[in-house]
């Protein structure tokens, strides 16, 4: 089982070093939203990050659920949460980690419409080949399926759950490490995800 073709690792400080770049195109850009939405999961992370940057204090999130695996997803991304609030007027800023084939954004972007939004314009740290959405602001393109850093416990854990045997683990985790992923974590999520108990207490 050959689960993906590359992976790519950011690490925290690149993931940064972007996130302020981009906070430099949105202020050159003179747009000032009114409040940053986050697309949970993957939006948390940068969108609190440009609020800082952007000096921004408010912040929503909504749901949006598409993958379920590595490189597998649903027919259909749903919108398992939304926002209680109406947005009357409002700029906003819609945030995720990356516009894969771009329908999730596609649907948040609607359902903020429907909550009043005057403007929306999207910011995400990567953007994939052929998405339909294309958002206002990215760092970088990649057809690459891209690991962060807050969901290195879930990418290993899906990993474990798709290998045939522990030849095909091995060698997906000895892809993973060769694209930079730490290779002492992989060890000790990999121990952690099989529940062996861990010997360096924290």
């Not at 903020?112 to 740290?125: P, S, V």
């Not at 759950?161 to 694209?179: G, Y």
Request: aromatic share 6%.
């Amino acid at each position: 089982m050959a689960l993906i073709i590359e992976y790519e690792i950011p690490t925290w400080s690149q993931i940064y070093g972007m996130l302020m770049c981009q906070s430099e195109k949105i202020q050159a850009d003179c747009y000032k939203p009114d409040v940053i939405v986050g697309v949970s999961r993957g939006g948390l992370v940068p969108s609190r990050i440009l609020s800082d940057l952007l000096e921004t204090p408010d912040i929503a999130t909504i749901t949006v659920e598409y993958y379920c695996g590595i490189g597998q997803k649903n027919k259909e991304p749903v919108l398992k949460q939304g926002l209680h609030t109406g947005l009357p007027d409002n700029k906003v800023l819609l945030v995720d980690d990356v516009s894969d084939c771009g329908k999730s954004l596609q649907l948040a972007k609607l359902h903020l419409y429907k909550q009043g939004a005057k403007e929306i314009k999207i910011a995400t740290i990567y953007c994939k080949p052929g998405t339909i959405t294309t958002p206002d602001y990215y760092e970088k393109q990649t057809s690459h399926w891209i690991v962060f850093p807050w969901e290195a416990k879930e990418t290993i854990t899906k990993i474990m759950q798709t290998a045939r045997d522990k030849q095909n683990l091995d060698c997906e985790i000895a892809k993973l490490v060769n694209a930079g992923f730490p290779n002492h974590l992989a060890e000790k999520l990999i121990n952690k995800t099989a529940g062996v108990p861990n010997a360096v207490s924290c």
